[in-house]
Protein backbone atom coordinates (compact mmCIF):
# COMPACT_ATOMS: atom_id res chain seq x y z
CA UNK A 1 0.00 0.00 0.00
CA UNK A 2 2.72 1.98 0.77
CA UNK A 3 4.17 1.80 -3.33
CA UNK A 4 1.02 3.06 -4.14
CA UNK A 5 0.60 5.93 -1.44
CA UNK A 6 4.38 7.45 -2.39
CA UNK A 7 3.89 6.56 -5.83
CA UNK A 8 0.74 9.06 -6.10
CA UNK A 9 2.63 11.62 -4.07
CA UNK A 10 5.46 11.92 -6.27
CA UNK A 11 3.16 12.09 -9.56
CA UNK A 12 0.62 14.96 -7.93
CA UNK A 13 3.68 16.93 -6.20
CA UNK A 14 5.45 16.79 -9.79
CA UNK A 15 3.21 17.32 -12.11
CA UNK A 16 1.21 19.78 -9.81
CA UNK A 17 4.28 22.23 -9.41
CA UNK A 18 4.65 21.79 -13.32
CA UNK A 19 0.69 23.29 -13.67
CA UNK A 20 0.88 25.66 -10.76
CA UNK A 21 4.63 26.82 -12.52
CA UNK A 22 2.60 27.28 -15.47
CA UNK A 23 3.59 24.29 -17.70
CA UNK A 24 0.87 22.50 -19.76
CA UNK A 25 0.26 18.75 -19.42
CA UNK A 26 -0.44 18.25 -22.85
CA UNK A 27 3.43 19.12 -23.69
CA UNK A 28 4.57 15.89 -21.28
CA UNK A 29 2.72 13.87 -23.48
CA UNK A 30 5.38 12.19 -25.46
CA UNK A 31 4.68 8.58 -26.19
CA UNK A 32 7.33 7.88 -28.58
CA UNK A 33 9.30 9.14 -25.66
CA UNK A 34 8.10 6.80 -23.60
CA UNK A 35 8.22 3.64 -25.94
CA UNK A 36 11.96 4.31 -26.46
CA UNK A 37 12.95 4.57 -22.50
CA UNK A 38 10.49 2.43 -20.96
CA UNK A 39 11.44 -0.24 -24.10
CA UNK A 40 15.00 -0.20 -23.34
CA UNK A 41 14.94 -0.48 -20.06
CA UNK A 42 12.42 -3.59 -20.34
CA UNK A 43 14.91 -5.11 -22.91
CA UNK A 44 18.05 -4.48 -21.12
CA UNK A 45 16.46 -6.11 -17.89
CA UNK A 46 15.77 -9.19 -19.83
CA UNK A 47 19.05 -9.03 -20.78
CA UNK A 48 20.82 -8.28 -17.66
CA UNK A 49 18.56 -11.31 -15.88
CA UNK A 50 18.32 -14.77 -15.54
CA UNK A 51 14.56 -15.71 -16.08
CA UNK A 52 14.20 -16.79 -12.67
CA UNK A 53 15.29 -13.23 -11.38
CA UNK A 54 12.73 -11.39 -13.67
CA UNK A 55 10.05 -13.42 -12.53
CA UNK A 56 10.87 -12.77 -8.59
CA UNK A 57 11.06 -9.12 -9.11
CA UNK A 58 7.47 -9.43 -10.47
CA UNK A 59 6.36 -11.61 -7.56
CA UNK A 60 8.03 -9.20 -4.62
CA UNK A 61 6.98 -6.54 -6.37
CA UNK A 62 3.08 -7.48 -6.19
CA UNK A 63 3.73 -8.29 -2.89
CA UNK A 64 5.02 -4.83 -1.94
CA UNK A 65 1.18 -3.64 -3.25
CA UNK A 66 -0.50 -6.22 -1.42
CA UNK A 67 1.38 -6.59 1.60
CA UNK A 68 4.42 -9.09 1.99
CA UNK A 69 2.92 -10.65 5.27
CA UNK A 70 6.64 -10.59 7.82
CA UNK A 71 4.22 -8.10 10.11
CA UNK A 72 4.11 -8.73 13.69
CA UNK A 73 1.48 -10.95 13.61
CA UNK A 74 3.26 -13.45 11.37
CA UNK A 75 6.06 -13.40 14.10
CA UNK A 76 3.75 -14.51 16.50
CA UNK A 77 2.45 -16.80 14.61
CA UNK A 78 5.98 -18.44 13.98
CA UNK A 79 6.94 -18.19 18.02
CA UNK A 80 4.20 -20.16 18.60
CA UNK A 81 4.18 -22.78 16.39
CA UNK A 82 8.43 -22.97 17.32
CA UNK A 83 7.30 -23.10 20.94
CA UNK A 84 4.24 -25.62 20.07
CA UNK A 85 7.13 -28.11 18.43
CA UNK A 86 9.71 -27.62 20.92
CA UNK A 87 7.23 -28.42 24.02
CA UNK A 88 6.17 -31.73 22.28
CA UNK A 89 9.36 -32.69 21.46
CA UNK A 90 10.29 -32.00 25.44
CA UNK A 91 7.66 -33.75 26.65
CA UNK A 92 7.04 -36.83 24.07
CA UNK A 93 10.77 -37.09 22.99
CA UNK A 94 12.25 -35.85 20.31
CA UNK A 95 11.08 -38.35 18.28
CA UNK A 96 7.64 -37.84 18.64
CA UNK A 97 7.80 -34.78 16.83
CA UNK A 98 9.27 -36.59 13.19
CA UNK A 99 5.96 -37.09 11.50
CA UNK A 100 4.84 -33.60 12.09
CA UNK A 101 8.55 -32.42 10.39
CA UNK A 102 8.37 -35.02 7.44
CA UNK A 103 4.34 -34.22 6.94
CA UNK A 104 3.69 -30.42 8.14
CA UNK A 105 0.73 -30.09 5.99
CA UNK A 106 -0.95 -32.87 8.02
CA UNK A 107 0.55 -32.03 11.19
CA UNK A 108 -1.75 -30.91 13.90
CA UNK A 109 0.85 -27.95 14.93
CA UNK A 110 1.60 -26.68 11.40
CA UNK A 111 -2.23 -26.16 10.13
CA UNK A 112 -3.00 -23.78 13.28
CA UNK A 113 -0.24 -21.27 11.29
CA UNK A 114 -1.23 -20.92 7.61
CA UNK A 115 0.56 -17.81 7.61
CA UNK A 116 3.79 -19.76 8.04
CA UNK A 117 2.58 -22.56 5.83
CA UNK A 118 2.00 -20.31 2.99
CA UNK A 119 6.13 -19.43 3.17
CA UNK A 120 7.32 -22.46 1.34
CA UNK A 121 10.87 -21.64 2.18
CA UNK A 122 10.85 -20.65 5.58
CA UNK A 123 8.99 -23.61 6.14
CA UNK A 124 11.34 -25.99 4.68
CA UNK A 125 14.43 -24.08 6.35
CA UNK A 126 12.18 -25.12 10.02
CA UNK A 127 11.59 -28.49 9.11
CA UNK A 128 15.00 -29.27 7.87
CA UNK A 129 16.64 -28.32 10.96
CA UNK A 130 14.32 -29.82 13.47
CA UNK A 131 14.79 -33.59 11.17
CA UNK A 132 18.41 -32.93 11.90
CA UNK A 133 18.15 -32.67 15.10
CA UNK A 134 16.01 -35.58 15.85
CA UNK A 135 17.65 -37.71 13.81
CA UNK A 136 21.38 -36.34 14.73
CA UNK A 137 23.73 -35.74 17.63
CA UNK A 138 24.90 -32.57 16.22
CA UNK A 139 26.49 -29.82 18.14
CA UNK A 140 24.96 -26.65 18.58
CA UNK A 141 28.09 -24.65 17.12
CA UNK A 142 27.98 -27.40 14.02
CA UNK A 143 24.48 -26.64 13.53
CA UNK A 144 24.72 -22.61 14.32
CA UNK A 145 27.34 -22.59 11.25
CA UNK A 146 25.76 -24.97 8.91
CA UNK A 147 22.34 -22.59 9.50
CA UNK A 148 24.25 -19.44 9.36
CA UNK A 149 25.86 -20.63 5.94
CA UNK A 150 22.12 -21.32 4.42
CA UNK A 151 20.57 -18.02 5.88
CA UNK A 152 24.09 -16.37 4.06
CA UNK A 153 22.94 -17.81 0.89
CA UNK A 154 18.38 -17.00 1.81
CA UNK A 155 19.73 -13.81 1.40
CA UNK A 156 21.79 -13.19 -1.39
CA UNK A 157 18.59 -14.87 -3.34
CA UNK A 158 16.18 -12.34 -1.30
CA UNK A 159 18.69 -9.37 -2.28
CA UNK A 160 18.68 -10.32 -5.77
CA UNK A 161 15.09 -9.09 -6.91
CA UNK A 162 16.00 -5.48 -5.29
CA UNK A 163 19.66 -5.32 -7.09
CA UNK A 164 18.51 -6.17 -10.22
CA UNK A 165 16.01 -3.45 -9.89
CA UNK A 166 18.59 -0.78 -8.62
CA UNK A 167 20.53 -1.83 -11.73
CA UNK A 168 17.80 -0.63 -14.30
CA UNK A 169 16.46 2.52 -12.02
CA UNK A 170 20.47 3.88 -12.44
CA UNK A 171 20.14 3.42 -16.15
CA UNK A 172 16.89 5.27 -16.93
CA UNK A 173 18.23 8.62 -16.58
CA UNK A 174 20.75 7.63 -19.13
CA UNK A 175 18.16 5.85 -21.23
CA UNK A 176 16.72 9.42 -20.80
CA UNK A 177 19.28 11.00 -22.68
CA UNK A 178 19.56 8.59 -25.23
CA UNK A 179 15.60 9.53 -25.81
CA UNK A 180 16.69 13.46 -25.68
CA UNK A 181 19.45 12.97 -28.63
CA UNK A 182 17.32 11.13 -31.07
CA UNK A 183 14.88 13.76 -30.60
CA UNK A 184 17.71 16.31 -31.14
CA UNK A 185 18.44 14.30 -34.12
CA UNK A 186 14.57 15.00 -35.69
CA UNK A 187 14.64 18.41 -34.75
CA UNK A 188 17.62 18.73 -37.22
CA UNK A 189 14.98 18.10 -39.96
CA UNK A 190 12.98 21.46 -38.80
CA UNK A 191 15.66 23.79 -38.84
CA UNK A 192 13.83 25.32 -42.13
CA UNK A 193 10.59 25.62 -40.53
CA UNK A 194 10.90 28.56 -37.88
CA UNK A 195 11.60 28.71 -34.49
CA UNK A 196 8.13 27.12 -32.96
CA UNK A 197 8.03 24.15 -34.78
CA UNK A 198 11.61 24.03 -33.13
CA UNK A 199 10.49 24.55 -29.89
CA UNK A 200 7.78 22.05 -29.82
CA UNK A 201 10.44 19.46 -31.35
CA UNK A 202 13.54 20.57 -28.80
CA UNK A 203 10.76 20.83 -25.59
CA UNK A 204 9.87 17.00 -26.56
CA UNK A 205 12.81 15.90 -26.77
CA UNK A 206 13.95 17.24 -23.13
CA UNK A 207 10.96 15.15 -22.02
CA UNK A 208 12.76 12.16 -22.58
CA UNK A 209 15.48 13.33 -20.38
CA UNK A 210 12.84 14.76 -17.71
CA UNK A 211 10.97 10.94 -17.96
CA UNK A 212 14.30 8.83 -17.24
CA UNK A 213 15.26 10.63 -14.24
CA UNK A 214 11.83 10.76 -13.29
CA UNK A 215 11.37 7.42 -13.22
CA UNK A 216 14.79 6.59 -12.06
CA UNK A 217 14.38 8.74 -8.66
CA UNK A 218 10.76 8.87 -8.20
CA UNK A 219 9.67 5.21 -9.00
CA UNK A 220 12.46 2.97 -9.63
CA UNK A 221 15.11 3.56 -7.14
CA UNK A 222 12.57 3.40 -4.18
CA UNK A 223 10.70 0.60 -5.53
CA UNK A 224 14.17 -1.42 -5.43
CA UNK A 225 14.86 0.15 -1.72
CA UNK A 226 11.33 -1.45 -0.45
CA UNK A 227 12.54 -4.42 -2.25
CA UNK A 228 15.72 -4.80 0.01
CA UNK A 229 13.52 -3.77 2.99
CA UNK A 230 11.10 -6.51 2.37
CA UNK A 231 14.02 -8.86 1.91
CA UNK A 232 15.61 -7.87 5.54
CA UNK A 233 11.87 -8.29 6.71
CA UNK A 234 11.64 -12.01 5.55
CA UNK A 235 15.45 -12.62 6.69
CA UNK A 236 14.94 -11.57 9.98
CA UNK A 237 12.29 -14.29 10.02
CA UNK A 238 14.91 -16.97 9.70
CA UNK A 239 17.27 -15.16 12.10
CA UNK A 240 14.51 -15.46 14.74
CA UNK A 241 13.77 -19.49 13.62
CA UNK A 242 18.08 -20.08 13.99
CA UNK A 243 18.10 -18.41 17.37
CA UNK A 244 15.00 -20.71 18.48
CA UNK A 245 16.55 -23.85 17.46
CA UNK A 246 20.54 -23.17 18.76
CA UNK A 247 18.73 -22.12 21.68
CA UNK A 248 16.43 -25.11 22.29
CA UNK A 249 19.51 -27.50 21.49
CA UNK A 250 21.53 -25.97 23.98
CA UNK A 251 19.28 -27.11 26.33
CA UNK A 252 17.14 -23.97 26.95
CA UNK A 253 13.19 -24.66 28.42
CA UNK A 254 10.88 -23.90 25.00
CA UNK A 255 9.48 -20.53 26.73
CA UNK A 256 13.03 -19.09 26.56
CA UNK A 257 14.14 -20.61 23.31
CA UNK A 258 11.37 -18.58 21.77
CA UNK A 259 12.60 -15.71 23.62
CA UNK A 260 15.71 -15.93 22.11
CA UNK A 261 13.99 -15.92 18.66
CA UNK A 262 12.04 -13.39 19.75
CA UNK A 263 14.93 -11.28 20.52
CA UNK A 264 16.12 -11.52 16.92
CA UNK A 265 13.09 -10.19 15.40
CA UNK A 266 12.92 -5.73 14.46
CA UNK A 267 11.64 -3.77 17.59
CA UNK A 268 9.01 -2.44 15.33
CA UNK A 269 7.65 -5.52 14.54
CA UNK A 270 8.18 -7.59 17.76
CA UNK A 271 5.70 -8.70 19.88
CA UNK A 272 5.91 -8.21 23.92
CA UNK A 273 7.34 -10.56 26.39
CA UNK A 274 3.93 -10.94 28.21
CA UNK A 275 1.98 -10.59 24.98
CA UNK A 276 3.65 -13.57 23.55
CA UNK A 277 3.27 -15.20 26.31
CA UNK A 278 -0.36 -14.75 26.21
CA UNK A 279 -0.77 -16.05 22.73
CA UNK A 280 1.30 -19.08 23.41
CA UNK A 281 -1.03 -19.99 26.08
CA UNK A 282 -4.44 -19.32 24.51
CA UNK A 283 -3.15 -21.53 21.35
Not at 12 to 24: A, M, N, P, R, T
Not at 173 to 192: D, H
Request: net charge negative; charged share 20%; with cysteine.
Amino acid sequence: MSLIIGGVIVIVCVLGGYVLHGGKLMVLWQPTEVLIIGGAAVGSFIIANPVHTIKEVFKRVLALITGTGFNKAFYVDLLSLLFDIFDKSRKQGVMAIEEDIDNPEESEIFIRYPAVMKSHELLDFITDYLRIISSGNMAAHELESMMENEIDKRQYELEEPAHAVNKIADALPGLGIVAAVLGIVITMNFLSEGPERIGLSVAAALVGTFLGIWMGYGFVGPTSIALEHSAHNELKAYECVKAAIIATVSGQAPQMAIEFGRKALPTDKRPGFQELNDHVRAK
